[in-house]
């Protein structure tokens, strides 16, 4: 969904490079999960604060004991409560289009900006949210980053807290609509020649593109890998063979495909040649013995990571000899 990896997904579909320190996918309930084990125990400072308060009220016992050891244990202040939002929680922007997304963080008590925090930017993707992207937040508590999506889609964000501050998780999630392009655009750029994914920026091919569809988001995603270098065994998201260019794909698309290119010959629904549409496979090779996999893009096109000292490219189908899956 994004220029980087939807990781992700999926953590591609939510317009950011996939962050090294991201977290695994979770399922929604355990995102508040930490909200919620805070709100029931409280810090470790509140809680020697209640024993030691506990102590103190009881016939004297606390200062007794504390003069014993040579310490002394006042009641320990509470963490503070913190507000974490969304601050253009609806937008509505055409596929790939750059759109800041942005992040508030402030105590609630005071309205305070919370600054120099870490928070997490979670996408929400087939499996569940998953971490993609940690922001520092400014002097205002504010932090922001630039998504591009392909299908409309939804990111929250987390705080895990510190010493001195709850964790929250987002009141608000930012929902980013894709606008479907107008019958009027989608013609003006047929009348200049060019298909309708070469009008979106940073896309350079002249290859017709469906405007909805599994195999229409499959080749978008895979026009996003162009120029990430070959590299045998590798299935992304900085390289690739061409197998491993087909399954990173469709895994952001919610799609499980095996990693070799016999196994996906397989475990695809075969399709006439004469019947292919944008998204299938093509597949060279004869069964049992298929060497080479590709992503047809239309117009007798496919992309594909070809070999070593290569690149992720648009190529012609290059034999009339080949095999045709449909995921």
């Known amino acids: 969904m994004t220029t980087g990896t939807v990781a992700v997904a999926g953590v ?3 317009g950011c490079a996939t962050d090294t320190h991201a977290d695994t996918v979770r399922d929604e309930s355990s ?3 930490p909200v919620a084990l805070a709100t029931q125990i409280g810090s470790r400072a509140a809680l020697g604060g209640s024993i030691a308060a506990a102590a103190v009220s009881s016939h004297g016992t606390g200062a007794a004991l504390g003069t014993s050891i040579g310490l002394e244990a006042p009641p320990l202040a509470g963490k503070a409560q913190v507000g974490l939002r969304v601050t253009n929680p609806d937008l509505h922007v055409a596929a790939n289009q750059p759109v800041e997304v942005g992040f508030s963080l402030f105590n609630e008590a005071t ?3 919370l600054a120099d925090q870490l928070v997490k930017v979670q996408v929400k993707l087939p499996t569940g949210w998953a971490t993609f992207k940690h922001l520092q937040t400014n002097a205002q508590g504010y932090a922001s980053y630039t998504a591009r999506v392909l299908t409309t889609t939804n990111v929250t964000a987390i705080f895990d ?6 964790s929250a998780h987002s009141a608000n999630d930012a929902t980013l609509t894709v606008q479907t392009p107008s019958a009027a655009q989608v013609a003006g750029a047929a009348a200049a ?8 920026p940073s896309v ?7 405007a909805s569809g599994l195999g229409a988001k499959a080749v978008y995603l895979a026009s996003l890998q162009a ?4 590299v045998y065994g590798a299935d992304g998201p900085s390289s690739f063979d061409c197998s491993g260019l087909v399954q990173y794909v469709y895994k952001q698309l919610g799609k499980t495909l095996p990693r070799t290119t016999d196994a996906q010959f397989a475990a695809t ?3 006439s040649m004469y019947n292919k549409q944008p998204g299938d496979l093509i597949f060279l090779g004869t069964p049992g013995n298929i060497y080479h996999v590709g992503i047809y893009a239309g117009d007798g096109m496919m992309w594909v990571a070809p070999h070593t000292g290569s690149v992720v490219k648009l190529q012609a189908i290059y034999t009339t000899s080949y095999y045709v899956g449909r995921v």
């Open 193 to 200: 020649g060019i298909g309708a994914i070469a009008a979106i």
């Open 227 to 230: 120029g990430k270098p070959y």
């Open 31 to 33: 995102n508040t999960a």
């Open 269 to 271: 629904t075969r399709v």
């Open 204 to 210: 350079n091919v002249n290859v017709p593109l469906p």
């Open 161 to 166: 807290g510190t010493d001195a501050l709850q």
């Open 12 to 14: 591609g579909l939510a």
């Open 111 to 113: 309205h305070e900006p």
